[in-house]
Nanobody, 114 residues
């Protein structure tokens, strides 16, 4: 059974930075493509960024391309999302997902507000 646990969400002011982490257990990171998704109130869940089995960033949400960076640490089974220059529109619950599977984390709340 694959388990994903996200952490790192917080309340941050506009222009601030956060790094979200996803701890993966039950599989190695080379087993799946991993993605970060987000869902804000009243909206559907959307893909923010994905990373290949070999560690190459894949598709990414246009509004985040010059601000967010996805990465992973195979040795420690961690997937990260570095978020810079945060905006109020980035407020959402952020989820880690193993693509093509039913495995999702529980989510971590990011709130961007002054």
């Amino acid at each position: 059974q694959v388990r994903l646990v996200e952490f790192g969400g917080a309340l941050v002011q506009p222009g601030g930075s956060l790094r979200l982490s996803c701890a993966v257990s039950g599989a190695t990171l080379r087993t799946y493509v991993f993605g970060w998704y987000r869902q804000s109130s009243g909206n559907e869940r959307e893909l923010v960024a994905a990373i290949s089995r070999l560690g190459t960033p894949l598709n990414q949400l246009d509004s985040t391309k010059d601000r967010f960076t996805i990465s992973k640490d195979n040795a420690n089974n961690m997937v990260y999302l570095q978020m810079n220059n945060l905006k109020s529109d980035d407020t959402a619950v952020y989820y880690c997902h193993a693509e093509g599977t039913e495995f999702w984390g529980q989510g971590t709340q990011v709130t961007v507000s002054s």
